[in-house]
C-alpha cells in the first residue's frame, strides 16, 4: 500500500511538471495546488482547500494531455457532512454543487466552474473547510492523476472599484489577494512637493509597488514639516495609518482604473478633479513626477509648486 502511495505522488509530481500554462493566461485569483486523496475507487479526489473566508469564483485548469471528457468537480464552501456521500445543492448546513468539464474541450487553458454557464457564479466558502474536489467516480486512475492539478480561487470581494481597508481598490496583483486602496477623498488641493529646499531625495522608484520607499525616502531626507509627503504619510483613515504618496505608475493606475481613465462603470468613481496630482517619485533635484487627472497626461512639476493635489494610497 506505501509503495503505490508512493508511486501515485511521483505520477502527481510528473504530471506537474508536464503543466504548460505558457499559452493559458492565468486568471487574476490564488493559485492552489490540489492534495491528491487516494483512498481506493471512487473515495479517490484531487482537492483544494479554500484560501480564505470569502466570496470566490473558481477557475481549473486542464493540461494539455488532459483527455476526460466528464471530469466532474465538487465546490464544497462549508466542507462536507460527515459520513455523507451525497451531493446536495439543498443541503443547508453543507451544500455541495456539481461542475462537469469537458476537458478535451479545454486542454492547456483556464476554465471557469460555472452554474448554468453563468460566469458571475461564485461561491463563500469558509476557510479551514470549504474547498473543491475532483472525484475519480467517472475517472480511471491515469485521468485523475493528469487532471488539474491548478485551481484559482478570484476573490470577489478584492475588486477594483470595491471599498476595502479604507479606501477604493484600484490595484489587484496576481494572487487576487493584494493590491493598493486610494483614499476615497483628496487630502490636499495645493500644497509642494519640497520642505523648502531643492535637494535629491533618492525616491527613484516609478513602478508599482515603489510609492511607500519613496515616500520614506522623502521624509527621511526633507525631515519634517507639511509638504505631499508627510500629509500622506500622516494620514490616519479608516482605521488604517499607512498610507503614502503614490509612485509616478501607481498614480497612473489610479487614473486608468478608478479616474476619468477608467471604462464605466468604473469612470471616475474614485472622484478626482481635472487637476494634477503629485506622485512620490522625483525627477531630478528640482522636478517630480506628476499626472493630470482629466485627459490623464504625466510630466514633472517643480517641487515647490503649491497648487497640485494629493491622493493618498495604502497597500493591502
Known sequence: MKSWLKLSALSLTL??????????????????TGAV??????DSAVKWPAPLTDSYKVHVFTPNNGTATNA???VYPNGKRAGSTACLSTDAKFPCYEVTVDQTQHQNAWTQLMQN?????????????????????NLSAAELLSASVLVRFENQSIVIGKIYQ????????????HGLVAAATDQST????S???????????????????????????????SYAATLAANLVLGGYSDWFLPSKDELNLMYQNIGAGAAAPLTNIGGFTSNYYWSSSEYGYRYAWVQEFGAGSPGGSMKSYTTLYVRAVRAF
Open 117 to 137: 454557464d453563468d460566469p458571475a457564479t461564485k461561491w463563500n466558502f469558509v476557510k479551514g473547510k470549504g474547498y473543491v474536489t475532483l472525484v475519480a467516480s
Open 72 to 74: 466532474l468537480y465538487r
Open 190 to 193: 495645493g500644497i509642494q512637493w
Open 195 to 225: 520642505n523648502g529646499t531643492y535637494l535629491y531625495t533618492g525616491a527613484n522608484g516609478v513602478a508599482v509597488g515603489t510609492g511607500a520607499a519613496d515616500t520614506n525616502s522623502i521624509i527621511k531626507s526633507q525631515g519634517a514639516g
Open 37 to 42: 486523496i487516494l483512498q481506493g475507487g471512487s
Open 166 to 177: 479604507g479606501g477604493i481598490i484600484f490595484y489587484v496583483d496576481n494572487s487576487g489577494e
Open 15 to 32: 504530471a506537474l511538471m508536464s503543466l504548460n500554462t505558457s499559452h493559458a493566461a492565468p486568471p487574476v485569483g490564488k493559485q492552489v
